[in-house]
């Protein structure tokens, strides 16, 4: 995850406004930045994923203020993030096969 945050901090398409709000399309490209940029396993990546999703979702009825909005929002990024990283994997997996032939 430390490789996603370096996304926030570097990456080119999240540079120009660094003081708007936190939306998925910022956490999409840190996601991407890790994977392409730092060399992580984007399989390394979809379980991580799968465990802060598993986490935040148990643990959000503990939250003061969490509304069912907050929660479906959660979802729906954690939605487009793993689109994403299928998208990354199936990149992955292609470029791998090019280096085997």
Known sequence: M?????????????????KKPRNAMDEIDSDTFAV?????SPYVLERALAKTYEY?????????????????KFVEEMKLRKANVKR????YEEKNKEIEK
Do not use: A
Request: glycine content about 4%; proline content about 2%; aromatic content about 4%.
């Open 36 to 40: 392409e940029k730092c060399d992580i």
């Open 88 to 91: 990354l994997i199936s990149k």
């Open 56 to 72: 935040e979702i148990k643990n959000s009825v503990n939250k003061p203020g969490m509304t069912k909005e907050r929660v479906d």
């Open 2 to 18: 430390y490789c996603h945050e370096l996304g926030h901090c570097f990456s080119v398409n999240q540079q120009e406004n660094k």
